[in-house]
């Protein structure tokens, strides 16, 4: 059985000769050229035998097509430094265009990986929903963009909608470049943490929809990620994606095997990324992947870290946790 084959009998909960698995993490130096990105995806699919490659491009590069400024760190373990927000004030909503040379840079280096390792390793290209696209715009008080769709639907949404149709256009890009699917990233929004149930359920819901509902067909390998804490898993229950992907050591959220029923469908996770792989033992790695697959029947499942892995993240613990669920 190879990676493709694998992927898509845990999708459909079909037994596996073993679950497939797959990490992800930043790689912020590489992160500013599509061919270095490119290459050093290759290069760590191929050293930790990776089932399927979420393609893990620079996290601020939908806001830079929106008006962000960045520029480098200089450092492999800092992320880009914010020059400029694009949206400083409410009025700024009303101006936001769309440029698109960043995301056309991130689904041709999509494309270049995947050329290299070819169509029996699916490769997921990652997209923002259009609220975590928006909670980079405003800078460093992310929470400012919660208070001002709340309190001024009217002039937030339709700014949220233009976002949702440039991250539509590049979820299409991406799979004419060979993508298997979308990676759909709702970033600490979509938990009462963040704004009630019902109030995500009657302004951001619907638009979440109208994009995931929009992934062409040739997308079959499409996976819903839900960051943070006490996530709201009804999200999961209304988008149409086969996979959902959540960290289940984060504070209120389900379990593996919890969030299987509640939804229907495959899950992704099973790994602490911030704690077990960052400062675990590869034995401490191995455990929790064996817990996973035993308390799901290896059924339905699909080995991950629940979000990014920290760049000091041990290789030891890379590779034990891609050897543990092939054991």
Known sequence: MDSRARVEAAIAGRKTDHPPVGAWGHTYKEEWSPEQLAAITVERQRRYGWDFVKFQPRATFFAEAFGNRYEPSGHRLKGPVMLEAAVPDLESWGALKVDR???????????????????????????????????????????????????????VLPALERIGDALMDFARASVEHGAAGLFYAISGYATPDSMPVDVYAS?????????????????????????????????????????????????????????????????????????????????????????????????????????????RARDANLKAMAEAAAA
């Open 101 to 155: 040379k960043p995301l056309d840079e991130q689904a041709r280096a999509l494309g270049l990986v995947v050329k290299e390792l070819g169509d029996r390793v699916p490769v997921l290209q990652t997209v923002f929903s259009p609220i975590s696209v928006a909670g980079y715009l405003v800078g460093k008080d992310k929470r400012r963009v919660v208070r001002e769709l709340r309190k001024h639907p009217e002039v």
């Open 203 to 311: 302004l951001l819901l619907p638009l979440d929809q109208r994009i995931v509902d929009s992934f062409p067909e040739a997308a079959w390998f499409n996976v819903l990620h839900l960051c943070g804490s006490h996530i709201n898993m009804e999200v999961a229950r209304s988008l149409r994606v086969p996979v959902v992907s959540w960290s289940t050591a984060n504070q209120g959220n389900p379990s593996l095997e919890a969030g299987r029923k509640v939804t229907g469908k495959a899950v992704m996770g099973g790994v602490a990324q911030r704690t077990t792989m960052l400062r675990g033992t590869p034995d401490q790695v191995g455990r929790e992947v064996k817990s996973a697959i035993s308390a799901t029947g290896g059924l339905g499942v699909l080995i991950a870290p629940g979000c990014s892995v920290p760049p």
